[in-house]
Nanobody, 128 residues
Framework: QEQLVESGGGSVEVGGSLTLSCTASPYATYSDCMGWFRQAPGKQREGVAAGCKSGGNTFYADSVKGRFTLSRDNAKKTVYLRMMNLKPEDTAMYYC?????????????????????RGQGTQVTVSS
């Protein structure tokens, strides 16, 4: 059984919008913190956004601030990434990631792509 299931990827034109969603298993205990990272061919992984149920902390990469919004439905163990004003450089495979909450210091220092649980990824392609 998949631990994290992503959906919502696709192809859009520059300036378009997409919303990604990621749902953890109903039995998951590791969904305290959930977020997204991405990887484009030939590029390093980049943490995009993450948030935790505890502490009200939310992280956004500088490259997406003001364009992407992370939200959660804790009852559904689902996290959403609303992506607006998409650019060609946003083209990548987007992965959902999840982990336990280990405190604010952990959250500030932990890269999203180093979270212990991750999905299979969903492709986002932005064309000009």
């Amino acid at each position: 059984q998949e631990q994290l299931v992503e959906s919502g990827g696709g192809s859009v034109e520059v300036g378009g919008s997409l919303t990604l969603s990621c749902t953890a298993s109903p039995y998951a205990t590791y969904s305290d913190c959930m977020g997204w990272f991405r990887q484009a061919p030939g590029k390093q992984r980049e943490g995009v956004a993450a948030g935790c149920k505890s502490g009200g902390n939310t992280f956004y990469a500088d490259s997406v601030k003001g364009r992407f919004t992370l939200s959660r439905d804790n009852a559904k163990k689902t996290v959403y990434l609303r992506m607006m004003n998409l650019k060609p450089e946003d083209t990548a495979m987007y992965y959902c990631a999840a982990d336990y909450w280990y405190g604010p210091d952990w959250f500030r220092s932990r890269e999203v792509y180093d979270y212990d649980y991750r999905g299979q990824g969903t492709q986002v392609t932005v064309s000009s």
